[in-house]
């Protein structure tokens, strides 16, 4: 028998309440964990501290696509303390609001969230690079030394713009840094947490979370419309991601609230994996068997 579905009173959703609670709890975790991280076994906080910080980039997703307000500075500061230190909020809108323009998704020419290399610049990378990149597609190689290729190769791009004299982002980097100075406040004075502790337990575990949402979330196709997945994954996993696992939904309809893709999805999951082509797998225990040591594909993007 269906479990009977939860009628809520119409203010609950045009409030967005669900997005206002767990940014709440979010803020009251992480607070919590920093303030109290000396009594927390430290596989517990690793876990938990990365969890915390996962879920505030799931949210910082949520609020730049326009909740849970109407005014885009309200949301931008919801969300704009960098708990994860080394990307400002703005920076990561505008690249993924292009992201979502792109006509041609995983095409690194064109699309800014790609994790593919063209193929000429992959003829230009000494081997050993090669080797990291080819490394970093496997789902171990992308949790344990992802966080570093991804974190490299953005502070790389910004640094090439500011040496050819584009300060378009200077004001951004100043309130980022200043952003930056506020949290470490807070947890190195405050809470008597080391920096390296801090990016252990909360910075690093936090990011592989985020990159194994988006291991395999797009892929080349010549069907544009086959680039996109769908993972149904679990309740936990569905929280920490705020549904952004729903991918393919999320692609065709990026205004839709989180809390209203498993709905959608729901209600369309033949027409959907239809349209995607079938990329799509049951959970991300799927993805650990399928391509833990193995990579699930080449790095380097195929033009044909």
Same mark, same amino acid.
């Given at each position: 028998?269906?479990? +009977?579905?939860?009628?809520?009173?119409?203010?609950?959703?045009?409030?967005?309440?669900?997005?206002?609670?767990?940014?709440?709890?979010?803020?009251?975790?992480?607070? =919590?964990?920093?303030?109290?991280?000396?009594?927390?076994?430290?596989? /517990?906080?690793?876990?938990?501290?990365?969890? *915390?910080?996962?879920?505030?980039?799931?949210?910082?997703?949520? %609020?730049?696509?326009?909740?849970?307000?109407?005014?885009?500075?309200?949301?931008?500061?919801?969300?704009?303390?960098?708990?994860?230190?080394?990307?400002?909020?703005?920076?990561?809108?505008?690249?993924?609001?292009?992201?979502? &323009?792109?006509?041609?998704? +995983?095409?690194?020419?064109?699309?800014?969230?790609?994790?593919?290399?063209?193929?000429?610049?992959?003829?230009?990378?000494?081997?050993?690079?090669?080797?990291? /990149?080819?490394?970093?597609?496997?789902?171990?190689?992308? $949790?344990?030394?992802?966080?570093?290729?991804?974190?490299?190769?953005?502070?790389?791009?910004?640094? &090439?713009?500011?040496?050819?004299?584009?300060?378009?982002?200077?004001?951004?980097?100043?309130?980022?840094? $200043?952003?930056?100075?506020?949290?470490?406040?807070?947890?190195?004075?405050? %809470?008597?947490?080391?920096?390296? &502790?801090?990016? #252990? =337990?909360?910075?690093?575990?936090?990011?592989?979370?985020?990159?194994?949402? *988006? @291991? +395999?979330?797009?892929?080349?196709?010549? !069907?544009?419309?086959?680039?996109?997945?769908?993972?149904?994954?679990?309740?936990?996993?569905?929280? $920490? =991601?705020?549904?952004?696992?729903?991918?393919? #939904?999320?692609?065709?309809?990026?205004?839709?609230?989180?809390?209203?893709?498993? +709905?959608?999805?729901?209600?369309?999951?033949?027409?959907?994996?239809?349209? !995607?082509?079938? @990329?799509? @797998?049951?959970?991300?225990?799927?993805?650990?068997? !399928?391509?833990?040591?193995?990579?699930?594909?080449?790095?380097?993007?195929?033009?044909?």
């Amino acid at each position: 028998m269906a479990p +009977t579905a939860v009628i809520r009173p119409k203010w609950w959703y045009h409030y967005e309440i669900p997005t206002w609670l767990v940014l709440l709890g979010c803020y009251a975790g992480w607070l =919590f964990l920093t303030l109290y991280h000396a009594s927390i076994p430290w596989w /517990l906080l690793l876990l938990l501290g990365g969890y *915390s910080v996962c879920l505030f980039g799931s949210l910082q997703h949520e %609020c730049l696509h326009g909740h849970p307000t109407r005014h885009a500075w309200m949301n931008k500061l919801l969300v704009w303390l960098p708990l994860a230190l080394w990307m400002p909020y703005t920076i990561y809108r505008n690249s993924h609001i292009a992201h979502h &323009q792109c006509q041609r998704l +995983t095409d690194p020419r064109e699309d800014p969230e790609s994790f593919y290399i063209d193929p000429e610049e992959w003829q230009r990378l000494p081997g050993i690079a090669r080797n990291v /990149l080819t490394i970093n597609n496997t789902l171990a190689g992308r $949790l344990i030394i992802g966080p570093i290729v991804v974190i490299a190769r953005f502070w790389s791009k910004q640094g &090439q713009m500011i040496l050819s004299d584009d300060r378009r982002y200077a004001g951004v980097w100043i309130g980022h840094f $200043l952003g930056c100075a506020l949290v470490l406040f807070w947890v190195i004075t405050v %809470c008597d947490l080391p920096l390296w &502790q801090y990016i #252990v =337990f909360f910075v690093w575990p936090g990011l592989s979370l985020t990159l194994l949402r *988006s @291991f +395999t979330e797009h892929r080349p196709a010549q !069907n544009t419309d086959q680039r996109t997945i769908i993972i149904e994954g679990s309740r936990l996993t569905r929280l $920490l =991601f705020l549904n952004n696992n729903y991918h393919h #939904v999320h692609h065709s309809e990026p205004e839709l609230a989180w809390y209203r893709l498993a +709905t959608r999805y729901n209600h369309r999951r033949e027409s959907v994996n239809r349209e !995607n082509g079938g @990329f799509y @797998f049951k959970g991300y225990f799927t993805l650990f068997r !399928n391509y833990l040591l193995k990579p699930k594909d080449a790095p380097v993007y195929p033009i044909a």
